[in-house]
């Protein structure tokens, strides 16, 4: 008798915390929707506040006869300059000093890293989106408002690649031609180290 009334307490204690666990995990599941529904809304929000702004600063900013090819020159290469600088301070190694700080020795606090960081995010990023934005949607159709067509905004896109392909290939050639260049040196050093530690040798044997 007291083993099962043992028993039949256990079960029965153990049915409202299996209850409670099943709450807490449906609480949890419910909050992890809700916060994707949130995170969702507030994309969509930021897109269409991004394309209006786009759409309304569009034609007055490509409207002057040859600007979409500067307009779109300028973006591409503000967009090459961000992702180089993006890329220099997210690598894996080390942050880059400045002018000021290499001298001294010091490099920047990970803060500053971080919003060095996200400007260039948005310097390698925000041009093309506000390319993007200024180009006809696939469905939207021109009689709507905030669909229509922009003049200039295919040769904006035209020169947006052309300059930023055209300086991407310059600064990687420039990187292969430092990079050789060091390889180069590190040979020479080597080369040299190897000829002394042979003399040195030679002359210890003549010793």
């Given at each position: 008798?007291?083993?099962?009334?043992?028993?039949?307490?256990?079960?029965?204690?153990?049915?409202?915390?299996?209850?409670?666990?099943?709450?807490?995990?449906?609480?949890?599941?419910?909050?992890?929707?809700?916060?994707?529904?949130?995170?969702?809304?507030?994309v969509f929000l930021a897109l269409g506040t991004?394309?209006?702004?786009?759409?309304?600063?569009?034609?007055?900013?490509?409207?002057?006869p040859g600007a979409p090819w500067v307009v779109?020159?300028?973006?591409?290469?503000?967009?090459v300059i961000g992702a180089t600088y993006l890329?220099?301070?997210?690598?894996?190694?080390?942050?880059?000093?400045?002018?000021?700080?290499?001298?001294?020795?010091?490099?920047?606090?990970?803060?500053?890293?971080?919003?060095?960081?996200?400007?260039?995010?948005?310097?390698?990023?925000?041009?093309?989106?506000?390319?993007?934005?200024?180009?006809?949607?696939?469905?939207?159709?021109?009689?709507?408002?905030?669909?229509?067509?922009?003049?200039?905004?295919?040769?904006?896109?035209?020169?947006?690649?052309?300059?930023?392909?055209?300086?991407?290939?310059?600064?990687?050639?420039?990187?292969?031609?430092?990079?050789?260049?060091?390889?180069?040196?590190?040979?020479?050093?080597?080369?040299?180290?190897?000829?002394?530690?042979?003399?040195?040798?030679?002359?210890?044997?003549?010793?």
């Amino acid at each position: 008798m007291g083993l099962t009334d043992r028993g039949s307490g256990a079960s029965r204690t153990g049915e409202p915390r299996s209850g409670a666990s099943r709450t807490r995990t449906g609480f949890g599941v419910a909050a992890a929707g809700v916060a994707v529904v949130a995170a969702a809304a507030v994309v969509f929000l930021a897109l269409g506040t991004w394309r209006r702004f786009v759409r309304t600063t569009a034609p007055a900013l490509l409207g002057w006869p040859g600007a979409p090819w500067v307009v779109g020159a300028a973006l591409g290469l503000l967009t090459v300059i961000g992702a180089t600088y993006l890329l220099r301070f997210t690598a894996p190694t080390s942050a880059p000093a400045s002018p000021s700080t290499s001298d001294s020795g010091a490099t920047p606090s990970k803060p500053v890293v971080g919003i060095a960081a996200a400007a260039s995010a948005v310097a390698a990023f925000g041009p093309l989106m506000y390319v993007l934005a200024a180009l006809p949607g696939r469905n939207c159709p021109a009689y709507r408002q905030g669909c229509e067509h922009i003049d200039g905004t295919w040769s904006a896109l035209a020169a947006y690649v052309i300059s930023a392909v055209a300086l991407a290939a310059l600064l990687r050639r420039r990187h292969t031609t430092r990079a050789e260049a060091r390889r180069a040196e590190e040979r020479e050093r080597l080369r040299r180290l190897r000829k002394r530690g042979g003399c040195k040798s030679r002359a210890a044997h003549r010793s």
